[in-house]
């Protein structure tokens, strides 16, 4: 079963703005990630957010998680075509239970 | 270094017939995964490895399902006769150790059964 659930579930855009896509998931958690996976292609990890941590970020990524409101959301700023991809979350459970659970993904297109 | 390997990329079967996917995880890599992920959906989780020990399997859908990762290293998904909902991509992933660590997929196995 999906744990989350990403928020658009399609999301086009002009080259150069920003791009902002949501995740919403149900149980308590350790720790989010966030993936991006290419057309027909595999996953690629883009960043952890642990579970105390409110705000990160990783080059033009930012990420925020509200464990109150169990969601998280992922700012991709100044878009390139290059970041056409599905966008997914991901999260783990309980502590020592590292399996896991995917959402059902944001598919994001660059507009070039 | 090399990633995350799996084979073979594409099996076509029949069936009924029996199937062994294989994944060869990052050397060094403790933790190894697999998923299964239908179009359009995100990976669902299967089972899971520590070294040579399955911690979780309770993603395996029904006892048709098996895994096994017997020196702790390559790990092989076996689906015994096979049935067409059984169709779908299967991802292997690793990661150095359990916990807040990123997980590394493979390219998949694209399963036909018709």
């Known amino acids: 079963s999906q744990q989350g659930e990403e928020d658009p579930q399609a999301l086009s855009i002009q080259e150069g703005e920003n791009a902002t896509m949501n995740c919403s998931y149900k149980t308590s958690i350790n720790n989010l990630q966030w993936y991006r996976q290419n057309s027909g292609r595999g996953l690629v990890h883009l960043i952890l957010i642990r579970s105390n941590e409110r705000e990160k970020h990783s080059g033009r990524l930012r990420v925020t998680l509200d464990t109150s409101k169990k969601s998280s959301s992922l700012l991709i700023t100044a878009s390139r075509a290059a970041d056409t991809a599905s966008y997914f979350c991901a999260t783990d459970g309980d502590f020592g239970n590292e399996k896991l659970t995917f959402g059902t993904g944001t598919r994001l297109t660059i507009i070039p | ?114």
């Open chain 2, 1 to 114: 270094g090399a990633g995350v390997s799996q084979s073979p990329r594409y099996k076509v079967t029949k069936r009924g017939q029996d199937v062994a996917l294989r994944c060869d995880p990052i050397s060094g890599h403790v933790s190894l995964y697999w998923y299964r992920q239908a179009l359009g959906q995100g990976p669902e989780f299967l089972t899971y490895f520590n070294y040579e020990a399955q911690q979780d399997k309770s993603g395996l859908p029904n006892d048709r399902f098996s895994a096994e990762r017997p020196e702790g290293s390559i790990s092989t998904l076996t689906i015994q006769r096979t049935e067409q909902r059984d169709s779908a991509m299967y991802r292997c992933a690793s990661s150095l150790w359990t916990g807040p660590y990123e997980q590394y997929f493979g390219p998949g196995t694209r399963l036909t059964v018709t």
